[in-house]
């Protein structure tokens, strides 16, 4: 009784696949799906939130009175702590080739002006920060705020829109990505 099984299975085994079945009208190929997009930040192209702070030399600084120039606003969680640290000794860093566009760069965190001082002498930063205590400046940009902003940067032109948002930053590059955007990058 086992040989014809085993016949049976060898047969089966050996025997061509069956035929294809015989193709049915289909339905039209559509088009590829386009690849996805990086959606445009809402504030991109729209006039940059303006406010007017006092930065850690209690100098004033208001976005509006700098229009003509770029500005570089960037918000980040806090002094001296490492990622903080780590970008702002970038800009610094970039300093020469920043300045030379002409750009504003302006840090902003919930610290105290006093925070601010000892940071910028610390590490010895050529650009202002400024204090947002209750997270009113970064709301305006919509920078999320939980007694600390998050780091975002926004880029505004010397016509005074935004033109490019940086909801993630990585602060190992940004700087060199903000002078790309300058026009400075290499």
């Not at 190929?29 to 990086?38: H, N, W």
């Not at 930040?41 to 030399?57: E, N």
């Not at 770029?70 to 970038?90: I, L």
Request: net charge neutral; hydrophobic share 40%; proline share 11%.
């Amino acid at each position: 009784m086992r040989a014809p099984l085993l016949l049976l299975a060898l047969a089966a085994c050996n025997s061509s696949p069956p035929a294809p079945a015989p193709a049915t009208a289909s339905a039209p190929a559509s088009a590829p799906a386009p690849a996805p997009t990086t959606p445009v930040d809402p504030l991109v192209g729209k006039p940059a939130p303006d406010f007017t702070a006092t930065a850690q030399d209690g100098t004033s600084v208001h976005l509006a009175a700098l229009k003509g120039k770029p500005v570089v606003v960037y918000f980040y969680p806090k002094d001296e702590t490492p990622g903080c640290t780590k970008e702002a000794c970038s800009f610094r860093d970039a300093w020469a080739p920043l300045a030379k566009t002409g750009a504003v760069l302006v840090g902003v965190s919930a610290d105290s002006l006093d925070s601010h001082k000892a940071f910028v002498a610390h590490w010895k930063l050529p650009f202002p920060l400024i204090s947002d205590p209750d997270g009113s400046i970064g709301k305006q940009y919509g920078v999320p705020f939980e007694s600390y902003h998050h780091r975002q940067t926004f880029v505004v032109g010397a016509d005074g829109n935004v033109k490019k948002v940086y909801r993630k930053v990585d602060v190992t590059v940004h700087a060199q990505e903000i002078l790309a955007d300058l026009g400075q990058g290499s």
